[in-house]
């Protein structure tokens, strides 16, 4: 039978703050979006407070200055590294993974020769908590939807420990199934929930009962393979290789509304210059590029605007100056003045193999543009982001574009100067003397 793992780790970006902030434990803690907008991720002692998902900041200082809430802005770098740290562990203990998200993990248990599964993922599962200091619950299924059932059951459950099997348990699954409201399904989104509960399908095992013929009108055959997944029959495999974008996009929301001309072109070179570094990573190159621009839509004193502009490249490029240059040419096809601007971005579109560019007289101009990017982008890597850039797309830092972070924390393992100081207390100095 096949066998799934899914490892979710709990309360992810709450729990990325409290690592190396050790005395953060059992406070309320809130992560903010961008601009220090909304909440996007709470503790276990903030969601206790009744502090909603997607709840504006204003809305909530009541509850933040009563109950002594940590507030944190996003900090992405660190989420990013330690996601990787985790995945990283992961793939070296199970045969094969998926990541599927930031925080998310399918493993193929199917073939794991151990003696009690159960017990293997619970080692697991303290083996993470000790190498990386996130905490995560592990849900074990005969498909992945059920895995993905079992796993939001062991992570609320203190009976479960944080581990949950539904294969070797198989009498638990139609409780589980009981248990599940069918909005929490996995694939089964807002409209599919409200369609399903208008005909008295509320919980999962309602849905796992339904007829296919009917299934299959109403959602699909992407809704049946849903179905049939409630009932046992793996209809998904692992991903273990992602299909490649099709696009990438760098985009933000300004931390206030720009109007000088210089300001929101500086803010798109230095989007374009990151864009074209992830395509890069890739290992891919650009057909096309799209620029656009926005005035805040939710500000109705101010006239709205917004743009896009997009630029063909004659042969495909993952090169920097290529890219930056296109985004300055698409910038003065949309620039107009006299507008507060709120959001730019770069979207680089019709992604493919750099084996695909089709061969002509610029291929000695692309061998020397690859050299030149590898060297740029190894300097970086070694030295940190940003160590060498274009002149014309200037920093982030002290301009009007930058995204407001109030409360960020440190990068504590991607910057040099956020590292953790250990000190050594009086009492051991003396000790030593």
């Keep these: 039978m096949p066998t799934f793992g899914l490892v979710d780790c709990n309360n992810f970006y709450a729990s990325c703050e409290r690592v190396f902030q050790p005395g953060l434990a059992q406070r309320p803690l809130v992560v903010l979006s961008n601009n220090d907008g909304c909440v996007i991720a709470r503790s276990q002692e903030a969601k206790a407070l009744g502090i909603p998902m997607g709840a504006p900041l204003f809305k909530i200082r009541g509850i933040i200055s009563d109950h002594d809430v940590v507030v944190r802005s996003s900090n992405y770098a660190l989420y990013g590294d330690l996601s990787e740290r985790v995945m990283s562990l992961l793939a070296q203990e199970a045969p094969r993974v998926e990541i599927y998200s930031i925080d998310e993990c399918f493993l193929d248990l199917h073939r794991l020769a151990v003696p009690d599964l159960s017990a293997w993922c619970a080692d697991l599962r303290r083996k993470v908590r000790l190498w990386t200091g996130i905490p995560v619950s592990i849900g074990i299924g005969p498909t992945k939807t059920l895995a993905k059932i079992a796993n939001k059951l062991a992570k609320g459950s203190p009976r479960a420990g944080g581990v949950l ?13 009981r248990k599940t409201p069918v909005g929490d399904v996995w694939g089964i989104g807002r409209r599919w929930s409200s369609m399903l509960a208008d005909r008295g399908i509320a919980t999962a095992f309602d849905l796992s009962r339904a007829q296919d013929g009917w299934v299959r009108q109403r959602m699909g055959i992407v809704g049946l393979r849903t179905v049939h997944e409630l009932r046992g029959i793996a209809c ?21 509304a720009v109007s000088q001309r210089e300001e929101v072109y500086s803010a798109l070179l230095s989007f374009a210059e990151r864009a074209a570094e992830k395509v890069r990573v890739g290992n891919q ?5 799209q620029v656009f621009v926005s005035t805040d839509r939710f500000d109705t004193k101010a006239p709205p605007y917004s743009s896009a502009a997009t630029i063909r490249f004659l042969v495909p490029t993952a090169d920097a100056r290529d890219i930056v240059k296109a985004a300055g040419q698409a910038f003065d096809k949309i620039w107009r003045p006299g507008f507060a601007y709120r959001k730019a971005g770069v979207l ?19 061998r020397y543009s690859d050299d030149l990017m590898q060297a740029v982008d190894a300097i970086n890597q070694r030295h940190g982001r940003g160590a060498i850039a274009f002149g014309l797309a200037p920093k982030s830092r002290g301009r009007l ?5 109030d409360m960020l924390s440190p990068r504590y393992t991607t910057r040099w100067s956020d590292l953790a100081v250990a000190r050594a207390n009086e009492a051991a100095n003396g000790a030593l003397d």
């Excluded at 680089?348 to 692309?366: K, T």
């Excluded at 574009?401 to 972070?405: G, I, N, R, V």
């Design 165 to 177: 099997d539904l294969v070797h348990h198989p009498d638990w699954i139609e409780p589980a199934l």
């Design 401 to 405: 574009w930058a995204m407001k972070q």
């Design 236 to 256: 998904h495999d692992l991903e273990t290789e992602p299909a490649p974008k099709q696009t990438t996009c760098c985009s933000r929301s300004f931390g206030k």
């Design 285 to 289: 190159v650009a057909g096309a590029l």
């Design 348 to 366: 680089l579109l019709d992604l493919a193999e750099p084996g695909d560019r089709r061969a002509g007289l610029f291929d000695q101009r692309i």
